[in-house]
């Protein structure tokens, strides 16, 4: 298993192979509170760095969930869909949100490793 990668929105990516799982992270459990719904991409569906791939809804807000890189949806986490508590339960393992065959591995490039995403959070308060 590779090492997980961060975006500036709040995003996790794990990479094996050309398959790239994504899923929020615990920072973004904390800013949002109660998770209460959560929408996801459809299977096949492409989608491009940066773009809006989902939603969450909390108690307090309601956020869009971008994917940190570019490919095809292959497969959600229904799981979190029927349950959105599992999301605040463990967001960075079960509560991932969809699976993606990568379209270009060149966009990891940009992301963060984990000690730059705590550092980053951090400073931002975001």
């Given at each position: 298993?590779?090492?997980?990668?961060?975006?500036?929105?709040?995003?996790?990516?794990?990479?094996?192979?050309?398959?790239?799982?994504?899923g929020i992270?615990?920072?973004?459990?904390?800013?949002?509170?109660?998770?209460?719904?959560?929408?996801?991409?459809?299977?096949?569906?492409?989608?491009?760095?940066?773009?809006?791939?989902?939603?969450?809804?909390?108690?307090?807000?309601?956020?869009?969930?971008?994917?940190?890189?570019?490919?095809?949806?292959?497969?959600?986490?229904?799981?979190i869909v029927?349950?959105?508590?599992?999301?605040?339960?463990?967001?960075?393992?079960?509560?991932?949100?969809?699976?993606?065959?990568?379209?270009?591995?060149?966009?990891?490039?940009?992301?963060?490793?984990?000690?730059?995403?705590?550092?980053?959070?951090?400073?931002?308060?975001?």
């Amino acid at each position: 298993m590779s090492e997980a990668k961060y975006s500036k929105e709040h995003e996790w990516i794990i990479v094996e192979g050309d398959i790239a799982t994504i899923g929020i992270t615990k920072h973004a459990t904390e800013m949002l509170g109660d998770i209460v719904f959560a929408e996801l991409p459809e299977k096949g569906s492409t989608v491009t760095k940066d773009g809006t791939a989902g939603v969450v809804e909390s108690t307090k807000a309601a956020s869009d969930v971008y994917t940190p890189v570019s490919g095809e949806i292959t497969e959600t986490n229904q799981s979190i869909v029927d349950d959105p508590a599992k999301i605040n339960a463990d967001p960075e393992n079960s509560a991932w949100f969809f699976k993606l065959k990568l379209k270009d591995k060149s966009e990891m490039n940009s992301l963060m490793n984990k000690e730059e995403y705590d550092k980053f959070a951090k400073e931002s308060g975001s």
